[in-house]
C-alpha cells in the first residue's frame, strides 16, 4: 500500500505540472499509456479482453472518466492536495448509494464517521477563502461519480478480472480524452512526453499493488494506509510547487481523512 500512494502522489504530481494541458488531454495521456500494461497483462495470461456483463464494463467506464476528467480540471483551480483530500469524499457517497441500489445498511457510529468528513470540507469551504468555489464543485462532483464506480464494480463482482474491469475503463478514457481534447491540442516538449507516459505507468502500479495489499492483509490493516496519498501529494505541493495549506485548511483534510479512516477500519472490524 505504500507503493501504491507514491505511485498515485507521483501521478498527482504530474497532473499539476501539466495545467497547462486541458484536462482532456491529461484524461487521454493517463489512459493511453495505461493501455500497454493491461493488454500487455491480458494477452500474455490469455485472458478474454471483451469480458463478460459488458454493460456495465461500459458504464463503469463511462462514470470512471467522468470522475478522472472533473478531478484533473479542479487540479487547475485548487491545490493538488486539497484536491486529493476532497476526491477521497467517494466512500462516503458510495455509501449513500449503496442503500438504494445495493439495499446495503450504514450503521449509525459510519454516519458519525461521515459527518466528521464533512464537517471537515464545511471548515475548507467556508474558513479557508484562498479556495476557489468552482475548483470545489468539480472535485466534489468528481468524489460523487467515483462513489458510483464503486456501486457499479459492487454489480459486476467478480465475474470479470480485475484487469479486465481496469482496461475496460482505460480504453473508454483513451477514446473520450482524445476526442474531447482534439479542439485545444498541446504538443507534449521535451521532458514532458516522459511525464505523460508515466501519468498511465503510475496510475497503473498504484492500482495493482492497492489491490495487492488488500488481497495480502485485511482491510482494516490496508484501508488506513491508503491515506497516506494525501500526505504525500500534500508534502509534494508545498515542495514541488510552493503550494501553501492555511491552518483552516489543514484542519479540514485532518478531519476528512480522519473521518473516512476511522470508517474504514470499521467496515474492516465488521
Given at each position: 500500500?505504500?507503493?501504491?500512494?507514491?505511485?498515485?502522489?507521483?501521478?498527482?504530481?504530474?497532473?499539476?505540472?501539466?495545467?497547462?494541458?486541458?484536462?482532456?488531454?491529461?484524461?487521454?495521456?493517463?489512459?493511453?499509456?495505461?493501455?500497454?500494461?493491461?493488454?500487455?497483462?491480458?494477452?500474455?495470461?490469455?485472458?478474454?479482453?471483451?469480458?463478460?456483463?459488458?454493460?456495465?464494463?461500459?458504464?463503469?467506464?463511462?462514470?470512471?472518466?467522468?470522475?478522472?476528467?472533473?478531478?484533473?480540471?479542479?487540479?487547475?483551480?485548487?491545490?493538488?492536495?486539497?484536491?486529493?483530500?476532497?476526491?477521497?469524499?467517494?466512500?462516503?457517497?458510495?455509501?449513500?448509494f449503496a442503500i438504494y441500489f445495493l439495499k446495503e445498511k450504514i450503521k449509525p457510529l459510519q454516519w458519525l464517521f461521515f459527518t466528521m468528513a464533512f464537517v471537515g470540507v464545511l471548515i475548507l469551504k467556508g474558513f479557508d477563502t484562498e479556495l476557489d468555489g468552482f475548483g470545489l464543485l468539480l472535485v466534489f462532483i468528481s468524489a460523487v461519480f467515483s462513489g458510483l464506480v464503486y456501486i457499479v464494480i459492487s454489480k459486476i463482482g467478480k465475474s470479470n478480472h480485475p484487469v479486465v474491469v481496469v482496461n475496460y475503463f482505460m480504453v473508454i478514457s483513451t477514446i473520450v480524452g482524445g476526442i474531447l481534447s482534439i479542439n485545444n491540442w498541446v504538443n507534449p516538449k521535451g521532458i514532458e512526453w516522459l511525464m505523460v507516459f508515466g501519468l498511465g505507468m503510475f496510475g497503473y502500479f498504484g492500482q495493482v499493488y492497492m489491490t495487492k495489499a488488500f488481497q495480502i492483509a485485511s482491510t482494516n490493516q490496508v484501508a488506513p494506509l491508503k491515506y497516506l496519498e494525501v500526505i504525500f501529494t500534500l508534502l509534494i505541493g508545498a515542495l514541488l510547487f510552493s503550494e501553501v495549506y492555511t491552518l483552516y485548511s489543514l484542519l479540514g483534510i485532518t478531519m476528512i481523512i480522519f473521518g473516512l479512516i476511522l470508517n474504514a477500519m470499521y467496515k474492516g472490524k465488521k
Amino acid at each position: 500500500m505504500l507503493i501504491s500512494t507514491l505511485a498515485f502522489a507521483s501521478m498527482n504530481a504530474i497532473v499539476k505540472h501539466l495545467v497547462h494541458m486541458n484536462a482532456f488531454q491529461i484524461v487521454f495521456f493517463r489512459s493511453v499509456s495505461s493501455l500497454f500494461f493491461t493488454f500487455g497483462f491480458l494477452l500474455k495470461n490469455k485472458i478474454p479482453v471483451l469480458g463478460t456483463n459488458r454493460k456495465l464494463l461500459v458504464l463503469r467506464g463511462l462514470v470512471g472518466v467522468t470522475s478522472m476528467s472533473l478531478f484533473f480540471m479542479s487540479t487547475k483551480y485548487l491545490p493538488i492536495g486539497t484536491a486529493v483530500s476532497l476526491r477521497y469524499m467517494a466512500p462516503i457517497f458510495a455509501g449513500v448509494f449503496a442503500i438504494y441500489f445495493l439495499k446495503e445498511k450504514i450503521k449509525p457510529l459510519q454516519w458519525l464517521f461521515f459527518t466528521m468528513a464533512f464537517v471537515g470540507v464545511l471548515i475548507l469551504k467556508g474558513f479557508d477563502t484562498e479556495l476557489d468555489g468552482f475548483g470545489l464543485l468539480l472535485v466534489f462532483i468528481s468524489a460523487v461519480f467515483s462513489g458510483l464506480v464503486y456501486i457499479v464494480i459492487s454489480k459486476i463482482g467478480k465475474s470479470n478480472h480485475p484487469v479486465v474491469v481496469v482496461n475496460y475503463f482505460m480504453v473508454i478514457s483513451t477514446i473520450v480524452g482524445g476526442i474531447l481534447s482534439i479542439n485545444n491540442w498541446v504538443n507534449p516538449k521535451g521532458i514532458e512526453w516522459l511525464m505523460v507516459f508515466g501519468l498511465g505507468m503510475f496510475g497503473y502500479f498504484g492500482q495493482v499493488y492497492m489491490t495487492k495489499a488488500f488481497q495480502i492483509a485485511s482491510t482494516n490493516q490496508v484501508a488506513p494506509l491508503k491515506y497516506l496519498e494525501v500526505i504525500f501529494t500534500l508534502l509534494i505541493g508545498a515542495l514541488l510547487f510552493s503550494e501553501v495549506y492555511t491552518l483552516y485548511s489543514l484542519l479540514g483534510i485532518t478531519m476528512i481523512i480522519f473521518g473516512l479512516i476511522l470508517n474504514a477500519m470499521y467496515k474492516g472490524k465488521k
